[in-house]
Each structure stands twice: as C-alpha cells, then as structure tokens.
C-alpha cells in the first residue's frame, strides 16, 4: 500500500480519559478505519477548486443529506463555502494520482486534470465512479475539523469500475476473489 499521509504507527494504550488521548494514538487508531476516497469540487471566480475528503458519509435519505469534515485551516472550504454548490466525487480505483493532487495545497491543483461540468456546473472529475450534486445547508463546529451538513439535489452512476479505498495512511483496493 503506498503511503499518501504521514502517520506514525503507534500502538494505542487503552486510557481513562479524553485529556489523555494522545494525538499520535488517535491517527494510528481512528486510521483502521477504512473507507471510499471523495473529491469535492465547485466553481469560484470562474476557477475550477476542490479537494480530496475521505471523511465523507451518507447522512440522511428523507430529506436527502449528506455530510464531510473539511479541516479548518483549509484554504478550499471557503471557497466552495463561497459557491455555495458543489460535486462530491466518488472516486475509482484507479484515480491515486488526482487524489494526491488535489489531496495537498497547491496554486493550481486541477493542472492537467480532466472534468466535465456536473449538472450544478461543479467539476466532474472524468472516470470518478459517482457524483453527488449539493447545495450547502449547514456548517456545524467540530473542534479543528467543521462539519458539514449538505442537501443532494443529484446523483450520477459514470462507471462500474471499482472504489479507490483508503486506509492507514495509504491507498487500497479491493481485493476480488
Ligand atoms: C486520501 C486523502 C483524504 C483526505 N481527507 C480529508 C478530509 O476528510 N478532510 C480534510 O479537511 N482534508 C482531507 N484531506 C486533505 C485535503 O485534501 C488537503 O488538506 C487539501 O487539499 C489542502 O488544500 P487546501 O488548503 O486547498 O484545502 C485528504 C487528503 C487525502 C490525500
């Protein structure tokens, strides 16, 4: 498994309270938790932006909601915050280098990247599995993390090729048997 974030292999002592939830424990433990990889993008100023968001989930189905954690000292939410509507892509397996792209800071992230406007007009990055069109409906605090709540006004199936998992750090795949 390539490693695309650092995180210290620790192994996590079993303690009594939050004050003693050491940081580097909390990455190491939290990280066994696998998951798919998104990238949610928008239109700001005419410009494509995005960014790749594993902290993503299906919230509710009746009103449609979904939800995802962008960190707070991330210069992309505040643009898409801006915009006000965006895509969550769900991505395919074989998209490890878009995802690491638009995974780190950069002035211009979407240089060579191909997409297509979604139906919102957000970038639809080509050869993700999936896309979500969203409207942003709230933000709520969570701690250096927000938590953002959004209404799904569309979904597209593009492929039936296989999810780009992540998990510990590093990027996976399914395993077929
Ligand atoms: C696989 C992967 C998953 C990520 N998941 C999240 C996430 O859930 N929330 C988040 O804020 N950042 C996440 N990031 C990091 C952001 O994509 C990155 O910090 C962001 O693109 C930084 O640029 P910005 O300052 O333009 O927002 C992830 C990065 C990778 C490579």
Redesign the pocket.
Known sequence: MEP??EVDRVSAEHVGGAAAIDPTAFKAVLGRFASG?TVITAIDDGEPVG?????FASLSIDPPLVS????RT????PRIRRAGRFTVNILADHQDSV??Q????GAD?FAGVEWTPSHNGSPLLTGALATIDCELRDEVDGGD?TVVIARVTGLDEHSEATPLL?YRAGFGRLAHQ
């Open positions: 695309v974030l990889v960014f790749a968001c594993q902290s995802f954690f962008p960190a991330s210069s992309t939410w995802c690491r638009l995974g780190r800071p992230k993390h992540f």
